[in-house]
């Protein structure tokens, strides 16, 4: 198994990059949608209509979402956390997504940048 990890810096405030990770039609909005989510604890969330689903593990309003993941026939999850740092009117996100199967790293790789955290930083920065 292999851990992806990856930072992003975000010209947007904490609080609406929270949203986009948490909030059903902010996922949505920038592509990851039909999407179930919010910000608790146990909360068993889907994006991608499915394709993507687990549960929020633990939840630090604006400092920490961290999540089981699974997808297609995974037998047991990977382990996904964000943190996000408030800059002031800036948001850093840092990502650690481990447990990956080998198989499937470079996919989750280039998709974070270009399906997930890429998408979030566009969106939001495009107000």
Known sequence: ???????????????????AFV???????????????????GTNFKLWGGDIYGTNTEVVKNKKL?????GGDWLAP?????????????????????????KEIADFDSGWKDYYLGAIKTYLERG
């Not at 961290?66 to 699974?70: E, G, I, L, N, T």
């Open 66 to 70: 961290a999540q089981d993941w699974y």
């Open 78 to 102: 990977s382990k996904v956390v964000f943190e996000f740092v408030d800059l002031g009117g800036k948001t850093k996100v840092t990502l650690t997504h481990s447990s990956v199967p080998e």
């Open 1 to 19: 198994m292999k851990v992806i990890h990856q930072t992003y810096t975000i010209n947007t405030p904490v609080d609406k990059v929270w949203q």
């Open 23 to 41: 909030d059903p039609k902010e996922i949505e909005s920038w592509g990851a949608g039909p999407a179930e989510m919010n910000e608790e604890v």
